[in-house]
Nanobody, 115 residues
Framework: QVQLEESGGGLVQFGGSLSLSCAAS????????MNWYRQAPGKERELVAS????????TYADSVKGRFTISRDNSKNTVYLQMNSLKSEDTAVYYC????????WGQGTQVTVSS
């Protein structure tokens, strides 16, 4: 079955950096677009970044453009999210996602940015 496992979250100071990873299994990773979402307390889950199967096309939410970078390693079945210049509004639980016949989610990893 599809499994997504995020790691790399934590507490970071304003302006700092974090790198998230998502290890995927149970499906043919290299043929699917992968996504990162986040959900802050009291807010809806929002799409942060997407990367196509080859890694040649990436899209970002306006709020993170120029600060976050999504990447993938198809040999490791892993997608990454490098987050730089972090702000307090980036505080959220970050989820890895893949869309097949339904949406699949990881358990999430907490990112907290302190001011």
């Amino acid at each position: 079955q599809v499994q997504l496992e995020e790691s790399g979250g934590g507490l970071v100071q304003f302006g700092g950096s974090l790198s998230l990873s998502c290890a995927a299994s149970g499906f043919v990773f290299r043929v699917y677009t992968m996504n990162w979402y986040r959900q802050a307390p009291g807010k809806e889950r929002e799409l942060v970044a997407s990367i196509n199967p080859t890694g040649g096309a990436r899209t970002y939410a306006d709020s993170v453009k120029g600060r976050f970078t999504i990447s993938r390693d198809n040999s490791k079945n892993t997608v990454y999210l490098q987050m730089n210049s972090l702000k307090s509004e980036d505080t959220a639980v970050y989820y890895c996602n893949v869309i097949q016949s339904r949406m699949y989610w990881g358990q999430g990893t907490q990112v907290t940015v302190s001011s």
